[in-house]
């Protein structure tokens, strides 16, 4: 079999980009309060917060939907920020614990205003809202 290179640009400079780089002018806005929200579950240690803010997911939804409302990128960056943790969650569990995280999380999204049995998973009250 032969064997296939890619190549993954340099997302930093995007030098041969041919079109303009257009931040969303809810950037700012949208980062503080996503960040605030998921903060205020207290899901990650100190250290791991400080790795999971350094991503900026409301940059990359701000860049990726610059002409969106500030709900609009606000709802992307939260999804992103959902997918991450559920990702890093379920990476570090077995497979009975990320099949109950997995059941919780759409017990969740099924019924958004049922209060989540005793002892589920913070995930799924942030799921929630």
Not at 14 to 28: C, D, Q, R
Not at 48 to 59: G, M, Q, T, V
Request: a negative charge.
């Amino acid at each position: 079999m032969a064997t296939r290179t890619f190549y993954i640009p340099d997302l930093i400079k995007l030098s041969n980009w041919p079109w303009p780089a257009i931040l969303s002018p809810h950037y700012e806005s949208v980062r503080r309060a996503s960040q605030e929200w998921m903060e205020s579950y207290k899901l990650l240690p100190s250290e791991a917060l400080d790795a999971f803010n350094r991503c900026d997911f409301a940059l990359i939804m701000s860049y990726t939907n610059h002409f969106a409302t500030e709900e609009h990128v606000r709802i992307a960056a939260d999804i992103c920020q959902w997918y991450f943790l559920y990702d890093e969650f379920s990476d570090v569990m077995d497979t009975s614990a990320t099949r109950e995280l997995s059941d919780t999380l759409l017990l969740a999204m099924r019924n958004p205003y049922d209060p989540l049995p005793a002892g589920s998973h913070k995930l799924g009250v942030l799921t929630q809202e």
